[in-house]
């Protein structure tokens, strides 16, 4: 939200107080509190009819410094609130003079009293990471007489914002405005599914606003050397969180809200769904799951969109009898073909539902303030919303997925929880506008404790739409609505670049596109994209997305990809394991492999897959893509080219390549399975060494828990790299990389060491 009107003046009917004027600062075990006049205290009259602001300054957590300013301190609180983790008093205190400093680990936050008032946050080395400087402390009151609360941190020279959630705008997010509102709006506009108040700077640090509800940033696009958030309440609060680089960042923010639980093995192979509006029934499902076997498609999940209910009954949690007479049978039929199931959900009652009478009798519904149950027709007629603040209400909506569970279904996809609405109350008397962004966490948390409880640790997964901060622990997320277009693809891994830069570790999109129906190039171009993503799944609205109904071209990509993928899977889930333990991503923008190289700081169109993996997406249907190379030289996984970074390169690739980069010095996993994601990842298990391989470069392979199965180190032995392995006996290939796609090279094959 906007207050100034330039840099002078104040927009129409807006009045704003700041910090200025730096009182008494008071003293306490690891923390201290400010009180600042609004403007210059020259003489005693000047302490009069003026507010004060309380300004507290403490540490929950190494390298985390919070920040929390008051106006008035007596309004009641009525949550929700992010649980945290972490305790007062990770910090320590310093007063010399005029000076008050308090440090946790690599952060101080510096107060000078002799100045007016301003906090300095510093690095480990006493270089200034960033400011609260003039007007960088306050509040305002807009022409309707609301109040907000407003903190600013000064941007240096150069320096880039990212994250905010799951963005589809421009990734850089300089010059933005960005409200932090859960919204159903595509992924063609500034609305976003996952809200994250949680952005990371390109210098090193990030800052996370500890508030559930709406908080409105200005980006440099206010004040244009500063990052203003500001909420609608009489107290702000916010977390500076330290590097230096930006993996230590999230590996203290994800410590903080809660790090990603990690998802099934099985989860990471190909899913089809019946797509949404498209007329489906077991016969129709029979044949896709046929299709696919026929055509050498390896299937790992099979999922069922809303019409596997009756219509205008949404979500009552029964199949269609006219559609699915068997249900058991079905469920029991396709998991014998080794598949598993999703069906899709959403927390919405349709009132012709005879679920809506019971749940309305049990007060599981969400009220108006005069005691009517809060229904409206968009979606479902006469819908009605899930009070998961009643936790009777979770419970009872857990009980109707058990029963889904006990008839065969495996996971859920959590669809919606973004459109809720303020007008209402809730069961435990949560503030509407901050239980509207924190619904998402109820929701999905509901769903994902469950399928822990009934599937046991390690097989909960969900396919989840919307998101606030902490949902990171409910894996995964997907991106949303998007058209069937090479435009849409390329903002929907923008989406998926700023998620996982606001602690997501795992995140998908509908291959192809979501709405209308794909030009086979659009669909052949993100398959390759989509099955070098975490999840992927072919998914669309009105019509299918079966490989064959694009032509044989498609079912060939479709197969080349998805088997490379499985063959990828020791990999991968090693960086699965890795996002799970430290809240790194999965799918990481370049920025996060190469901190220090300015070229990274920018790109959109690229990623790395896990750390060793640089994967450049085309958005052309003639196959003309421009991608960046960090330094080094880099090999193509799926060609054995090599190219010598740092450079820009401009290549051509067929609908079945891609540019798909292994990383200078990497020691890369393969498994021999390419039918399946959770294989024996060990059995004829291949090492392929990259150039510039380092003398103890090691590798962890896990197993399908995520516990260590083995580990193999790399080592130099004049001019070859030799490659040793603890925790197995069993044998393995070692073969360089640019050899893996040449059927006649030759490999070192055996048990024991390796040589190459």
Aim: glycine residues 10%; hydrophobic residues 40%.
């Amino acid at each position: 939200m906007k207050f100034t009107d330039g840099f002078w003046l104040m927009r129409d009917g807006v009045r704003a107080s700041y910090a200025t004027d730096v009182r008494d600062v008071r003293e306490g075990e690891g923390r201290f509190t400010a009180y600042a006049a609004v403007h210059r205290v020259r003489e005693r009259g000047d302490t009069l009819n003026t507010p004060l602001v309380t300004v507290e300054c403490f540490s929950p957590a190494d390298g985390v410094i919070g920040v929390r300013a008051t106006h008035h301190a007596g309004k009641a609180a009525h949550g929700p609130d992010f649980a945290l983790n972490g305790t007062e008093g990770a910090g320590i205190l310093k007063r010399e003079g005029t000076v008050t400093e308090l440090t946790s680990g690599p952060l101080t936050v510096r107060l000078d009293t002799d100045k007016p008032w301003g906090l300095e946050f510093l690095d480990a080395d006493g270089q200034r990471l960033t400011a609260v400087e003039r007007r960088g402390t306050g509040f305002a009151t807009a022409p309707d007489g609301s109040h907000h609360m407003i903190g600013q941190l000064a941007l240096g020279v150069g320096e880039y914002i990212y994250g905010l959630g799951e963005r589809f705008t421009p990734y850089v997010k300089n010059g933005q405005n960005v409200d932090i509102w859960q919204a159903d709006g595509g992924t063609s506009s500034e609305q976003a599914y996952k809200n994250i108040p949680f952005h990371l700077s390109s210098r090193g640090y990030g800052v996370f606003v500890n508030h559930p509800g709406k908080v409105s940033y200005e980006i440099g696009s206010e004040s244009v050397g500063q990052v203003q958030f500001s909420v609608e309440d009489q107290s702000i609060e916010y977390y500076v969180i330290a590097g230096p680089t930006p993996k230590d960042v999230l590996r203290r923010y994800t410590a903080l809200t809660g790090r990603p639980a990690l998802p099934p093995a099985w989860s990471f192979g190909l899913w089809l769904t019946t797509s949404f509006c498209t007329p489906y029934d077991e016969e129709t499902v029979t044949a896709f799951v046929d299709g696919m076997a026929e055509r050498d498609i390896p299937l790992g999940v099979f999922h069922f969109d809303c019409f596997w209910m009756r219509e205008y009954q949404w979500t009552d949690f029964r199949w269609d009898p006219e559609v699915f007479p068997d249900p058991e049978g079905m469920l029991r039929r396709l998991r014998e073909r080794g598949l598993k199931v999703s069906a899709w959900i959403n927390p919405y009652i349709a009132q012709k539902s005879d679920l809506f009478a019971e749940a309305a009798a049990q007060g599981y519904l969400v009220r108006r303030p005069n005691g009517d149950i809060w229904q409206w027709d968009l979606w479902q007629p006469g819908m009605a919303l899930v009070d998961f603040t009643n936790p009777a209400a979770r419970a009872w909506y857990a009980d109707r997925l058990r029963t889904l569970l006990d008839q065969g279904v495996d996971c859920f996809k959590t669809d919606f929880g973004e459109r809720v609405p303020t007008d209402v109350v809730w069961h435990d008397g949560s503030d509407p506008e901050r239980m509207h962004n924190y619904y998402a966490q109820l929701y999905n948390s509901t769903v994902f404790e469950l399928l822990e409880k009934e599937r046991g640790p390690g097989q909960a997964v969900l396919f989840a739409r919307s998101a606030t901060a902490g949902g990171q622990q409910f894996p995964v997320h997907w991106g949303g609505d998007c058209f069937a277009s090479l435009g849409a693809m390329a903002e929907s891994l923008r989406g998926g670049l700023s998620l996982s830069l606001s602690g997501f570790g795992f995140w998908s999109h509908d291959i192809g596109g979501f709405e209308g129906t794909p030009d086979p190039a659009v669909f052949k171009r993100w398959l390759a994209f989509g099955l070098l993503s975490s999840h992927s799944r072919l998914h669309g609205n009105v019509s299918y997305r079966v490989p064959w109904a694009f032509g044989e071209e498609a079912v060939d990509v479709a197969r080349k990809f998805t088997l490379l993928k499985h063959r990828l899977m020791p990999y991968l889930y090693g960086a699965a394991v890795e996002a799970h333990r430290t809240g790194v991503p999965v799918m990481r923008p370049m920025l996060l492999e190469f901190p220090d190289d300015p070229a990274c700081r920018t790109l959109d169109r690229q990623y790395m897959l896990g750390p060793d993996l640089l994967v450049a997406p085309v958005f052309t249907a003639e196959g003309d893509v421009e991608f960046y190379v960090p330094e080094g030289t880099w090999t193509h996984l799926l060609t054995g080219e090599s190219v010598q970074g740092p450079a820009w390169r401009r290549e051509t690739h067929g609908f079945d390549s891609l540019p798909l980069y292994v990383r200078p010095g990497a020691l890369l996993p393969l498994g021999a399975d390419d039918q399946r994601a959770d294989g024996d990842w060990l059995q004829d298990l291949t090492l392929l060494v990259a150039p510039d391989t380092q003398d103890g470069k090691e590798v962890t392979v896990p197993d399908l828990d995520g516990r260590p199965a083995a580990v193999f180190r790399a080592e130099r032995v004049g001019a070859e790299v030799r490659v040793t392995a603890e925790g197995t006996d069993r044998a393995f290939t070692v073969r360089p990389v640019a050899d893996w796609s040449n059927p006649g090279g030759n490999p070192s094959a055996g048990g024991g060491d390796k040589d190459v």
